[in-house]
Structure formats: C-alpha cells, structure tokens
C-alpha cells in the first residue's frame, strides 16, 4: 500500500496547456517534497514545502501543501515539451517515501 | 551543488553471480546513504539506510544476507547484490545527506544504476 497517493498517474496535454498534479496522503508530513525523474536518470529535487497552506513557485510550477500537511499540489502553467517526465512527490516523517509518480507527456 | 555518483551505470550479468554498486558523494561527505530500487513504471522503494561506520538498516521485505551494504567511509557506500536472479532487474538509485548540514531534507540523489539479470 503506498503511502502517498498521486493522481492522475498519467497525464498528457499539448504544448500551452495547464495542468495540475495531486499528492495524498492520511499521514502527516513534517514536509513534502516534489522530484522530476528523467527515464534513466535519478530523480531531481524541484522544492520541499514545510509549513502547511504554504504555497511556493519555480517559474511556471507553483506547489502548494496542504493545512494540514497531509497533501500537496503541482501546477504547471503554460506547459512545454521540456516539462516531460516523471514527478513524484515524497513526504519525510523519519524517513523520505514516494508516491507512485505521474507521468506527464507534454506535445509540441 | 552537491554531486552523487554512481558506478556502474549499468551492468548486465548472469543469474547466481553477484554484482557490487557504488555510490560516492563527490563533492561533500555523506554520514547518511540511502538505496533504493526502482522497478519499471514504478516509484522509488527504500530498501535500507546506511550510516557510516555503522551496519545498514533495512526496511521491512527487503533481505540483508542478499543485498549487502557497506558504508565504509563518510564518501562512499555499496550495495551488492548476491546470487543475483532475474527478479532482481531493476533500477538502483542510492542517495546521500550531507553530514555538515544535518538537513535531511537536503538529500542528493544519484543517476542509477540499471541491473540486469539474465
């Protein structure tokens, strides 16, 4: 059973478009971390969110964690084709567990 | 930033022989290594932590006597896989945490090492 749930698991949308992923969870987080994987590679840190309702943006990502610290959000706006990969969030109690990933294709 | 690395990137081998993974940070020094294994299409799975000086802690499922880790020094870990067999062909990423910084938030992953088992 994983710990956190991610949906959609896979997502695919044109060049220009906004999407939205989602991280759940029943369990508290002490904070939350969102990665992009490349096929082939090791996942790459893109944030970590500690205080719950706290919103953070990275250009065209904006997440969000939710109030009570149990979920999260990625939102892409105007997505492009350099977008593509795997995003997986991860919430650390005493150790780092990982969603089950969205895969996000992104069409020229 | 800070650099993990991993060797090989890949290997390929034949069943019931086994195989040691490296894994170095490069450019920091890592009290804390962590492994994982990663199946297709599927999302990272922590298989044991590994402190320095100190023997590996493995989660529940994943056997000791099969993947043996060393931590040895405060730069580098390795996993090796014993009497590997087909069902251990996956994707092995380990990542470190720096031991200046005590953040474990900041933890460094490193590029994987594709196992195949034939």
């Known amino acids: 059973t994983q710990l956190l749930e991610q949906s959609p698991q896979f997502l695919s949308i044109q060049e220009g478009e906004n999407l939205t992923v989602y991280c759940n969870s029943s369990?508290?987080?002490?904070?939350l971390q969102w990665y992009r994987q490349e096929p082939g590679e090791g996942p790459v840190l893109l944030v970590t969110?500690?205080?719950?309702?706290e919103v953070k943006k990275l250009k065209r990502l904006t997440f969000q964690f939710g109030d009570a610290r149990k979920d999260s959000s990625l939102h892409i706006t105007a997505a492009q084709p350099g977008d593509t990969g795997l995003y997986l969030c991860?919430?650390?109690?005493?150790?780092?567990?990982f969603g089950a990933g969205t895969t996000v294709t992104v069409r020229a | 930033g800070a650099v993990v690395s991993q060797h090989p990137s890949w290997v390929i081998c034949k069943s019931g022989t086994s195989v040691k993974i490296e894994c170095r940070s490069l450019?920091?020094?890592?009290?804390?290594m962590f492994w994982y294994r990663q199946f297709p299409k599927q999302s990272l799975m922590l298989m044991a932590t590994?402190?320095?000086?100190?023997?590996?802690?493995?989660e529940q499922g994943v056997e000791k006597d099969k993947f043996l880790i060393n931590h040895a020094s405060l730069t580098l870990s390795t996993l090796t896989v014993t009497s590997a067999h087909p069902e251990d062909s996956s994707f092995y990423i380990c990542?470190?945490?720096?031991?200046?910084?005590?953040?474990?938030?900041?933890?460094?992953f490193g590029p994987g090492t594709r196992l195949t088992v034939l």
């Open positions: 990542s470190a945490v720096s031991g200046t910084s005590g953040n474990y938030n900041e933890q460094f």
């Open positions: 369990s508290v987080f002490s904070s």
């Open positions: 969110v500690v205080t719950g309702g």
């Open positions: 991860a919430g650390r109690d005493y150790k780092l567990s």
């Open positions: 450019d920091f020094q890592a009290t804390t």
């Open positions: 590994s402190n320095e000086g100190s023997k590996a802690t493995y």
